[in-house]
C-alpha cells in the first residue's frame, strides 16, 4: 500500500470512529469498519466483567491498562442510576454522571459497578436483562462512554491492543461479536485507537448456533424459552443474506444475534455487527413486514440518520423487509401489495417527515414514500436504476445522512431533480398515489 493510500485509510477510519460512536446514541447502528492495516500497538487495554454469581444484578468491571504514558485523560460519562463506586490509580474527579480520570502511566487501573437490569422505555420492556441463569445485555450497557486524551507529545500514534475477559460462575458461556481470544475472553478491535467493546452480548447458560452462512459467521444466541427457533432464523438468513450484500456492496463477515423473552423489549434493537430480537416475533408479522429483516438492514447499512432523516433510514428498513422478501420468494404480489396498503393506511399523513419523529411516519409513511420513489426512478430512468442505486451510493459513502444528501443521491443516480416529489410527500407528507395496489390520489377527508 503507497503511502498516500495508507493515509487516506487512516483518515477513513478516524470518521468512522465517530460514525460508529454517534450511531450508537442513534439507535440506527452501522457496521464497524475493520482494521484492515496492522497498526503499531502502543498500550493496552484488559476489561474485565465480574459476574459474581449466578442471579447477581450488578457486575463488577476492571479496566487495566499498561504502557500507557501517552494517555493524559479519560472522560467517562455515564447514567448514574446505573454506574457507581468509581475507583482507581492516579485521580477521579467524579461528578454526577461524569468522571474525569486521571490515571498517571505506565500502568493504570480503574473500577466500578454497573447494574445489569435496565428498561429500554418506561413501562416498556427492558434492553438489559438478568433471567434465570442468564443475562441478556450490550456491551454499551456495561462501559461508560468515553473520550480519550493523549499526550501526542509522547506517542504521536498512540494505538491500543485490547481484550475483554468475562469471570463468570461455573458453567457459564459468553458470546459476543468479538473474536475468541481465549476461554471467555475477546479480542477487541474497534476503529478508536483506544479499543472500545461493542455490540450485544450473552452470557449464562443459553441456546448457541453457530453457521457460516454466505461467508457471513453467523451466531445465535436465545436466552431459555425464546420461541422463534433458530434454524429458522438461519434459514431466513440463509436465502436474506446474498440480497443484503449485494444492496451494501460487501458482504460481512460477522453477525450476532441474540433473542430475550419477557420481561424484555417486544420488539428489536440494532447494534454493532449484532442485533437483539425479542424471542416471540416471527420471521413475518401479519402486516408482511420482517422484525429480523428490518434490523439486519440496520445492522448492514454503513450510515447513519441525521437528525432530519431518521425517517430515510427507518423508511428504508421497513421497506427492504417486504422488498427483500418478494426477491427470495418469501412474499408473493398480493401480499406485497397488502403490505403497501396498509403503510398507506396505517402512515400518518400530511406532516413534516424531517421534522416529526411519529413511529408512524418511520413505519408507514416513509416506506410508503420510498416505495413511490423507486417506482419514480425506474419509469424516469427507463427501468435502467432503482432505489437498490441510491442505497447504494449511501452504503459506500458511509457517514451521516440528512435529507438533503438522500435527495442529493438520488440525483446522481438518475441525473434528476426530484426537488418536487420530496416537498410534496416529504416535507409536505401527502400520501403518494399506488394505483396499481389500489392506493388513491390523496384527496380532502383523506
Ligand atoms: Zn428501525
Known amino acids: 500500500m503507497s503511502a498516500r493510500a495508507a493515509g487516506r485509510s487512516h483518515a477513513a477510519l478516524l470518521t468512522l470512529v465517530a460514525a460508529v460512536l454517534a450511531a450508537r446514541c442513534a439507535g440506527a447502528q452501522p457496521e464497524a469498519a475493520l482494521v484492515n492495516a496492522e497498526p503499531r500497538e502502543t498500550f493496552s487495554v484488559t476489561y474485565t466483567v465480574e459476574i459474581p454469581s449466578a442471579g447477581a444484578t450488578t457486575a463488577l468491571v476492571r479496566w487495566e491498562l499498561a504502557g500507557i504514558d501517552e494517555v493524559k485523560r479519560i472522560r467517562l460519562r455515564?447514567?448514574?442510576?446505573?454506574?457507581?463506586?468509581?475507583?482507581?490509580?492516579?485521580?477521579?474527579?467524579r461528578r454526577r454522571g461524569e468522571v474525569q480520570w486521571s490515571p498517571s502511566g505506565p500502568y493504570a487501573h480503574l473500577t466500578y459497578r454497573v447494574a445489569l437490569v435496565h428498561p429500554?422505555?418506561?413501562?416498556?420492556?427492558?434492553?438489559?436483562?438478568?433471567?434465570?441463569?442468564w443475562i441478556l445485555t450490550r456491551t454499551s450497557a456495561l462501559f461508560p462512554r468515553s473520550a480519550v486524551l493523549f499526550r501526542t507529545d509522547i506517542e504521536p500514534h498512540p494505538e491500543s491492543r485490547a481484550r475483554l475477559v468475562f469471570r463468570?460462575?461455573?458453567?457459564?458461556?459468553?458470546?459476543?461479536?468479538?473474536?475468541?481470544?481465549?476461554?471467555?475472553?475477546?479480542?477487541?478491535?474497534?476503529?478508536?485507537?483506544?479499543?472500545?467493546?461493542r455490540g450485544w452480548l450473552m452470557l449464562g447458560r443459553f441456546h448457541r448456533t453457530d453457521a457460516v452462512v454466505h461467508g457471513t459467521a453467523v451466531t445465535i444466541a436465545a436466552a431459555p424459552g425464546a420461541a422463534l427457533p433458530s434454524a429458522r432464523v438461519l434459514a431466513l438468513l440463509d436465502r436474506a443474506l446474498p440480497v443484503m450484500h449485494e444492496l451494501m456492496g460487501r458482504v460481512r463477515s460477522r453477525l450476532l444475534i441474540v433473542t430475550g423473552v419477557d420481561p424484555m423489549w417486544r420488539g428489536?434493537?440494532?447494534?454493532e455487527d449484532s442485533f437483539y430480537m425479542h424471542g416471540d416475533r416471527p420471521l413475518q408479522t401479519p402486516d408482511r413486514t420482517s422484525p429480523y429483516l428490518h434490523e439486519l438492514f440496520h445492522v448492514s447499512a454503513p450510515f447513519r440518520p441525521a437528525a432530519d432523516a431518521h425517517w430515510v433510514t427507518e423508511g428504508l428498513a421497513e421497506l427492504y423487509t417486504i422488498e427483500v422478501q418478494?426477491?427470495?420468494?418469501?412474499?408473493?404480489?398480493?401480499?406485497?401489495?397488502?403490505?403497501l396498503r396498509l403503510f398507506a393506511r396505517y402512515g400518518l399523513w400530511d406532516r413534516d417527515f424531517t421534522r416529526d419523529q411519529d413511529r408512524a411516519i418511520h413505519n408507514n409513511s416513509a416506506p410508503l414514500v420510498l416505495y413511490a420513489l423507486d417506482r419514480r426512478i425506474r419509469h424516469g430512468t427507463g427501468g435502467a436504476h432503482s432505489l437498490d442505486d441510491v442505497v447504494g451510493v449511501l452504503a459506500r459513502e458511509g457517514g451521516v445522512v440528512t435529507t438533503a444528501r438522500f435527495l442529493g443521491a438520488v440525483r446522481?443516480?438518475?441525473?434528476?431533480?426530484?426537488?418536487?416529489?420530496?416537498?410534496?410527500?416529504v416535507f409536505h407528507g401527502e400520501r403518494p398515489p399506488v394505483p396499481g395496489v389500489g392506493i388513491a390520489r390523496a384527496g380532502p377527508g383523506d
Open 78 to 93: 455515564f447514567d448514574p442510576q446505573r454506574f457507581d463506586g468509581f475507583d482507581g490509580s492516579g485521580t477521579l474527579d
Open 120 to 133: 429500554h422505555a418506561p413501562g416498556k420492556g427492558y434492553d438489559s436483562w438478568v433471567g434465570d441463569g
Open 168 to 197: 463468570l460462575p461455573a458453567h457459564w458461556d459468553a458470546v459476543t461479536v468479538m473474536p475468541a481470544a481465549g476461554v471467555h475472553q475477546f479480542l477487541v478491535e474497534s476503529p478508536d485507537r483506544f479499543d472500545h467493546p
Open 268 to 271: 428489536g434493537l440494532s447494534g
Open 326 to 339: 418478494r426477491r427470495v420468494g418469501l412474499l408473493d404480489d398480493e401480499g406485497y401489495a397488502k403490505a
Open 412 to 425: 446522481r443516480v438518475t441525473g434528476k431533480n426530484y426537488g418536487a416529489f420530496f416537498r410534496r410527500h
